[in-house]
Structures are given as structure tokens and as C-alpha cells.
């Protein structure tokens, strides 16, 4: 998936994708930082960070 940087779609297009991935509503994820940045910190209201790499790792 893919989508330019314009407007925050690729933002958009990272929580969708990593929602859709760890099978949680879009606004259980956030960015907390480097909106602007190619590296990112994100958060995730619904799961902690274990069950977000069990997760992950299933999703590949």
C-alpha cells in the first residue's frame, strides 16, 4: 500500500494498514510522533505492545 505524502494520506494510509493488521478500530491507533517523518512513533489504545508483535508476526 502505498499513498503520497500530501494532506496526511500516507499517515491515513500507516493507521488503516496497521489497524487492519492488528484487527483494532482506526482510533485505538495513533501517531505520537514524526507525522512529517519517515520514522514514526506510534501508539495503540486497545493493545499492548506484546500482543501488538504477537499480532504482527501473524500478519506477515
Known amino acids: 500500500m502505498t499513498a503520497p505524502p500530501a494532506d496526511g494520506q500516507a499517515n491515513e494510509a500507516l493507521i488503516v ?15 505520537v510522533r ?15 505492545e506484546s500482543e501488538v508483535r504477537k499480532r504482527l508476526q501473524r500478519a506477515e
Open 17 to 31: 494498514l496497521l489497524a487492519q493488521a492488528l484487527g483494532v478500530a482506526k482510533t485505538s491507533v495513533t501517531i
Open 34 to 48: 514524526g507525522e512529517a517523518s519517515r520514522d514514526k512513533v506510534i501508539a495503540f489504545a486497545s493493545v499492548d
